[in-house]
């Protein structure tokens, strides 16, 4: 079917398949101030299609931004990958800004979201070559800034740590299962204590020290993920930069950047953890992530009160997307049907993270001790060569002064001697000529010597020129330089300013646009319930008569209306009228439609709580019945030993009475023998003495054989008693350890046969 497509329909879709847009249609955005969020759809795997349930919901639509659901709602964000989408246009739209961001200063903050097995870890932490996700690809391109930058010094330090079931645990440390605490300053800066920090400069480093962590992260295979991650791993990645070849008086930048790699979200029916630590890690990683959706809810509604120290993850993320910080979101979806709900919870969770509005600031630290001294020394150093001019200015003036002082006395000195040779001449009676000859070489001499004198004036003064000059350009040179950094450093804070204030401009005019939207809407409601009520009014009216319609109809006519102006506007007002009946019940449908939402979501909840009671009710009644079965056990336990006890003192009772009856017995005998022999006694008759102590062994015999009587009568009442006692704690019900338990004897004395009346017979 596809080998059918034109070329049009195979590029409709590729776009509905979310391909990545070619380089030449990719155009830089303008970073707005909120949570940037991005969607990514995962291929569809075997384990789908072998699903007899399986369906294809998730639809990506080809202006890459929105995505809808198979008879489900839409949803719009800042960009989508679809199926086919490679890993680096993924980091190029969702970590390099925030990374450039904190190169500039800004914290920032990147993780990934959504249910388990739709390929968060592939998207963040995946370290195969040429397929590297967005945490190797972010710290490729920080070496890279390192190597390359003319300008900066940097320093990168990176931690890295997991929250397995809301505990804290430092992955550099083997065996860091202790929890660490989460701080936070009164700067509002959240920071770990004991969490161990590294420094790393090489990708080799960092690789090594990364997946020295990794072993220690906690994974167990489940039915939606043979490899599923139990708890959050975050990265944390702290990059400080400073002016090359600065001595500490330039300002230094350091920024934050948090690269986490969320847990899914686990439904017990679906991935088989029914019990054991698997269910509580569950649990754990299912109570965080309510917590950080409770948390983007009340920031996306800018609540008074936001739930940050419901867990750990929502406290360790506080100063990331709690708007001081540049943050974006990429979350990943599968796309079958049988994960609805889960899907629709993922596309939910995008759409209230896009209304969180953030405002990062830069961090910049400034040594204003060291930038002090620095002024100090700079100031001093301008005073040193203040005074040095100073001199040289005093130095000049003065050899000015002594040269004028040289020229005016040497211009005094051959005036007086020209003075001396005219006198000379005249008192010589010299005739006219003479004298005028000698007064024309006396002034050309005089003329000379000015002339003289005011080049060699002007000579110095070009030299004092020419120097002050060279100072001056030296100077402005120095100047220039510092001029031109303080034009740099202006234009970059105006260029800022700039941008905050069409930032604002557009806020305000959002703001504007809002209102008069709110307007608009305002009067376009209250002309639908003037309308509603026209309708209503119209619906519950009995229907007017021919004649009312007929004299309305002549009324109209009769005020200048035509019989084709008629006819149109009671087709204009029966389309009113049914477009308005159309839009009611829409209105209503949805009405009905959100109401059984929220019914539908309030019946889930009360089925979860349900479900919670019942399951602490039967942990509950397990526990207390398997208290009882053991107390019970124990109870007969002992009456046992006790009846076997009391039926080894009946048996050895009765061997000693048989035992002492029987010497008894022998004792007769031989005296009763004894006296057949000493008297002679016959059977007819007996002596008086022979027949007393006959009388004698006989009530002695019977007084043996009536203690031993009683004794066997007290016996058998307390083996009666044990009886009794067995029975009543046997009889607690058919599951009790005791009704299997093998029967007591009932009577252990039963058997013990009456001593035989031997005296008698004799």
């Not at 900066?152 to 079931?165: A, H, K």
């Not at 006819?567 to 204009?572: D, G, I, T, V, Y």
Request: aromatic residues 4%.
């Amino acid at each position: 079917k596809k080998k059918k497509m034109s070329d049009e329909d195979a590029k409709a879709e590729a776009g509905l398949a979310g391909e990545d847009p070619p380089a030449e249609e990719k155009k830089e955005k303008k970073e707005e101030n909120r949570i940037m969020v991005y969607a990514r759809l995962r291929p569809v795997f075997q384990r789908d299609r072998d699903d007899p349930a399986f369906t294809h919901i998730v639809n990506l639509h080809p202006d890459r931004k929105t995505i809808s659901l198979t008879g489900g709602k839409t949803y719009v964000y800042d960009a989508t990958f679809g199926e086919k989408s490679e890993q680096i246009p993924v980091w190029q739209a969702v970590g390099k800004p925030v990374v450039e961001n904190v190169f500039k200063g800004y914290s920032g903050c990147v993780m990934a979201y959504g249910q388990t097995g739709t390929g968060k870890s592939h998207t963040m932490s995946n370290m195969d070559r040429g397929s590297e996700g967005i945490v190797m690809q972010s710290m490729m391109h920080i070496f890279n800034k390192m190597e390359t930058d003319p300008d900066r010094e940097y320093d990168v330090q990176m931690g890295y740590l997991q929250i397995y079931m809301d505990k804290v645990q430092d992955l550099m440390k083997p065996g860091g299962t202790k929890s660490l605490d989460i701080i936070r300053s009164d700067a509002g800066e959240v920071s770990i204590t004991g969490l161990t920090m590294t420094e790393c400069r090489t990708r080799e480093k960092f690789v090594e020290l990364y997946e020295e962590g990794d072993q220690h992260r906690i994974v167990a295979a489940t039915k939606m993920n043979p490899v599923s991650s139990r708890s959050h791993s975050c990265l944390l990645i702290q990059i400080k930069s400073r002016p090359k070849g600065d001595d500490g008086t330039g300002e230094s930048r350091t920024a934050k950047m948090w690269m986490i790699d969320l847990a899914g979200y686990e439904r017990f029916s679906k991935t088989g953890v029914l019990e054991g630590i698997r269910k509580e890690e569950a649990k754990g990683i299912n109570a965080s992530l309510l917590s950080l959706g409770n948390v983007i809810s009340a920031l996306s509604e800018k609540s008074s009160h936001v739930p940050w120290r419901n867990a750990k993850l929502t406290r360790l993320l506080q100063d990331a997307i709690g708007g001081k910080a540049k943050a974006a979101v990429c979350i990943t979806l599968g796309p079958s049907g049988v994960s609805f709900h889960e899907t629709v919870g993922t596309l939910y969770f995008g759409s209230r993270a896009m209304a969180v509005k953030t405002e990062a600031k830069l961090q910049l630290n400034v040594d204003y001790a060291a930038l002090c001294k620095k002024l100090q020394t700079m100031l001093e150093e301008e005073q040193e060569k203040s005074a040095d001019l100073e001199t040289q200015i005093e130095k000049r003036m003065t050899e000015c002064n002594e040269r004028e002082a040289r020229m005016h006395k040497e211009i005094a000195m051959m005036k007086n001697r020209h003075e001396e040779q005219l006198k000379t001449l005249i008192e010589s009676g010299a005739d006219p000529a003479a004298i005028e000859a000698l007064m024309k070489e006396n002034e050309a001499e005089m003329e000379i010597v000015h002339e003289q004198h005011a080049e060699e004036r002007l000579v110095e003064e070009e030299k004092f020129e020419e120097q002050t000059k060279e100072f001056v350009q030296e100077n402005m040179k120095v100047s220039s330089q510092e001029i031109d950094k303080l034009k740099t450093d202006h234009l970059a804070e105006m260029e800022d300013l700039q941008k905050k204030l069409e930032s604002a401009n557009q806020e305000v005019e959002r703001l504007k646009q809002k209102d008069e939207e709110c307007t608009q809407l305002n009067s376009y409601i209250t002309t639908l319930k003037e309308e509603h009520a026209e309708v209503c009014h119209i619906g519950t009216n009995k229907p007017p008569t021919q004649e009312t319609l007929r004299a309305k109809e002549e009324g109209a006519l009769n005020s200048g209306v035509s019989q084709d102006g008629l006819a149109q506007l009671k087709k204009e007002y029966d389309q009113q009228v049914k477009s308005i009946r159309t839009m009611m019940e829409t209105t209503h449908e949805g009405r009905a439609q959100e109401l059984e939402d929220t019914h539908e979501r309030e019946i889930q909840r009360l089925k979860k709580q349900l479900e919670e009671s019942t399951r602490k009710s039967e942990e509950e009644y397990s526990e207390m019945k398997m208290v009882l079965e053991t107390k019970l056990a124990d109870e007969v336990a002992k009456v046992k030993a006790k009846a076997a006890d009391v039926q080894d003192k009946l048996k050895k009772n009765h061997m000693i009475i048989k035992s002492s009856y029987q010497d008894q017995k022998e004792k007769l005998k031989a005296e009763i023998a004894l006296l057949k022999e000493t008297h002679g006694v016959e059977k007819d008759g007996v002596a008086k003495e022979g027949k007393d102590s006959l009388r004698h062994l006989t009530e002695q015999h019977a007084s043996i054989k009536r203690s031993y009587q009683e004794q066997v009568e007290k016996l058998k009442k307390e083996n009666a008693e044990l009886k009794q006692k067995i029975g009543s704690g046997g009889g607690s019900g058919s599951s009790s350890p005791v009704a299997s338990s093998p029967p007591v004897h009932d009577d252990p004395v039963a058997d013990v046969p009456p001593p035989a009346d031997e005296a008698d017979d004799e």
